[in-house]
């Protein structure tokens, strides 16, 4: 398959294409973004790396960064996990506390904030250094070095009631241990982490390679371990448009408010787009676009 060349197509088509919907700004920093950005890379596990555009430039992965919290969280605690949070598709807004009261304080899934809370609880509460154990963790999934942003940490502090709100919802229905204000911070944190593309598609190939470190030969998760989280992605990825996604572009997925989405074909390859426009369910707009055209062309999908 000759991947530059397809993406290089899809590429120059949606270039063109006038970018829809809007920059996230309920987290005032994120505003401050360029919204014509546009970047895209793929990583396969063939060893084969192409990328286009704004690849190369650090973005805010944000809800991205909640399947490495999931990862390292799974892989620590095992089936456990699954006890404090679901695996079920929510068909609601990222943020919202909708389903809480009648599910018992158990998120639907650990792709809602809800959920990536309560798997931040779990690993403040496994870890001896929570923020520097995480970062540790995503040191060894590539050879790339990967920082949070206190700028952006700072900033969705300030203003995330939502997910003060949620914390605090979970916590008195008895599925958060720890103090809900270190459990914020940290998930702020977790956030704020800012990647590139190029950096992203490299880090969450191990997800396209049973598991394994494509660079290193690393087990990450087990194959089964990697199957379940490709499995959520599919389902969860996009909160309420993940069907949606799935109907269009046919592969996993998960994608974040500051425009990236990572999509892995198992076995195949991992691509990362960035775009900052969001449509209105917060999944970026050109970068949805991209993939539906590259799965289109390449006539790839899981199914
Ligand atoms: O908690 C929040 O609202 C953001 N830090 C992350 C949300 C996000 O990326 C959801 N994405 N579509």
Not at 3 to 18: C, D, G, P, R
Not at 96 to 112: H, K, T, V, W, Y
Not at 154 to 181: H, M, Q, W
Request: proline share 4%; hydrophobic share 40%; charged share 20%.
């Amino acid at each position: 398959m000759n991947y530059n060349h397809l993406i290089q197509k899809v590429y120059t088509k949606i270039e063109a294409v006038a970018p829809q919907g809007e920059v996230a700004s309920y987290i005032p920093e994120l505003s401050k973004i360029n919204p014509n950005k546009f970047g895209v890379h793929i990583s396969t596990t063939q060893n084969f790396n192409f990328g286009l555009g704004d690849y190369q430039e650090k973005f805010s992965i944000q809800s991205v960064s909640k399947v490495i919290s999931l990862c390292l969280a799974y892989k620590i605690l095992g089936e456990t996990i699954w006890k404090r949070v679901d695996v079920e598709p929510s068909g609601t807004k990222f943020n919202s506390l909708l389903q809480l009261e009648a599910d018992n304080g158990i998120p639907r899934n650990p792709f809602i904030n809800a959920g990536a809370l309560v798997i931040c609880d779990m690993l403040i509460s496994n870890l001896e250094n929570p923020e520097e154990d995480l970062l540790a963790f995503i040191a060894n999934l590539s050879d790339h070095k990967v920082e949070f942003s206190l700028k952006i940490a700072a900033s969705e502090k300030l203003t995330g009631y939502r997910n003060v709100a949620l914390c605090n919802f979970i916590k008195s229905l008895g599925n958060i241990d720890n103090e809900p204000e270190v459990v914020l911070d940290f998930y702020f944190k977790l956030c704020s982490l800012e990647a590139s593309c190029e950096e992203l598609s490299q880090l969450f190939l191990f997800l396209a390679n049973q598991g394994k470190t494509l660079h290193s030969n690393l087990e990450i998760l087990t194959k089964s371990q990697t199957k379940r989280v490709n499995a959520i992605m599919q389902t969860c990825g996009f909160y309420d448009e993940s069907g949606e996604f799935s109907f269009r572009v046919g592969i996993p997925g998960k994608s974040g408010v500051g425009g990236g989405i990572m999509a892995i074909h198992p076995g195949k390859y991992s691509i990362v787009t960035w775009s900052p426009k969001l449509n209105e369910k917060g999944n970026s707009y050109k970068g949805m676009r991209f993939l539906e055209d590259f799965t289109t062309l390449t006539e790839q999908s899981i199914f």
